[in-house]
């Protein structure tokens, strides 16, 4: 490869790559995501305050949250601890509802996040 | 005339001696050194170690006492942190070394050093190490304003971390071809994004993080956590090439560039195993 082209080529997989590199970005995907413009839940009628009540700490499990609110985006921790997340647009405007469940599958905490739901 | 004649012959007589004299000592030399005993060489190669530029980190340093306003009561630490699950974090001191220069710097309990000037290390071109092998060490600047809650930080101190991060050049993968793009793009002007993708690692797992400034309160959107995991189902497969690699869970990023959050902004953390 003559020098030229090794400088066009560094150039481009440096800026396709950029985001990944920079910090130690390994995510270059979720910067990209597109905005969650749908119903939050599978009922597009369910509030977010119904949610909420519907998330019992200590109490609740995922599969009683799967049946109730739909599916979510997750991800699971060494450890066992799970981060669920729905997204899309409530009644208040873009919005996120979120949950942790502990290693016995339970629910540990929750919150509600109304704003963009878009990335960026 | 005839006994000048005659001088220049001996001498040159002595001199052929003395150079026989002389080839036949090297000769019995080389004869010696053919049959000289074996040496046993034992221990093994080392490995590479972690290892960051002296003069890198002192740019830091400097762009740090340029922009102390960011953070005008904080003062300015490196941190380690584990990169791979079995890195051994129990780090009693760094190591600053060059070709006439080597000392040795404690490590606090808590991961983190200063680090101070040195002009000869700093003309020699010094690195500074750890003992821990290549890529087993993550490197942050830490730059905390005393007298906060443990799980507050501020956002100014974190807009200068990211500052003095990326000028120091401690965001970057080393030798690797990946490594060498990234130095490219290590500039501080990086951290005036609106929301750079500059990671900060908590103490602990999180669950939230809340800024808040005056009455107004918002929390980190779900994709600010984690990496950016909840919208990436492969990131298992690309953490190796993230200094996030055993931190995801304590990972987030800011809007570091956004006016609209001033230097004073709390940064509130929750933890997943903390109370509500």
Known sequence: MTHRRALVARGWIAGAASCLLLAGCANPLAFFAPPKEGPLFRDPALTLQAAEARAVRGQTTRDDLLGELGPAASVRFEGGFEVWAWRGRSAQGPSEFVVLFGPDGVVRKQRTRIGSAAPG | ?276
Not at chain 2, 213 to 242: K, V
Request: hydrophobic share 40%; proline share 7%.
């Open chain 2, 1 to 276: 005339m005839r006994s000048h004649a005659i001088a220049p012959c001996r001498s040159t007589l002595r001199r052929v001696g003395w150079l026989l004299l002389a080839s036949l000592w090297l000769g019995a030399a080389s004869a010696q050194d053919k049959v000289l005993p074996g040496v046993a060489v034992t221990g093994s190669a080392s490995e590479p170690t972690v290892e960051k530029s002296y003069r890198k980190m002192l740019r830091g340093m400097d762009l740090f006492e340029r922009e102390h306003t960011l953070a005008p009561q904080a003062e300015l630490r490196f941190k380690l942190l584990p990169r791979k699950r079995d890195t051994n974090m129990a780090i009693a001191q760094i190591e600053v070394y060059s070709r006439t220069v080597d000392f040795t710097l404690p490590v606090a309990a808590d991961g983190t050093f200063a680090l101070p000037r040195h002009a000869k290390a700093q003309a020699e071109d010094a690195r500074v190490a750890s003992d821990r092998r290549l890529r087993s060490l993550t490197w942050r600047v830490d730059i905390r304003t005393p007298g906060l809650p443990a799980n507050v930080r501020r956002l100014g101190d974190l807009r200068l971390e990211c500052r003095v991060g990326m000028e120091s050049g401690l965001v970057s993968e080393g030798t690797s071809l990946v490594g060498a793009i990234a130095k490219v793009f290590d500039s501080p002007d990086y951290c005036r994004r609106k929301e750079p993708r500059y990671y900060f690692f908590a103490e602990r797992p999180l669950f939230n993080v809340t800024l808040v400034h005056g009455n107004r309160r918002e929390s980190l959107p779900i994709q600010r956590l984690y990496a950016g995991a909840i919208d990436e189902p492969n990131l298992a497969r690309d953490l190796p090439s993230c200094d996030c690699e055993v931190l995801v869970e304590r990972t987030y990023e800011l809007p570091l560039g956004d006016p609209g959050w001033p230097d004073d902004t709390r940064v509130e953390l929750e933890y997943m195993d903390g109370a509500e």
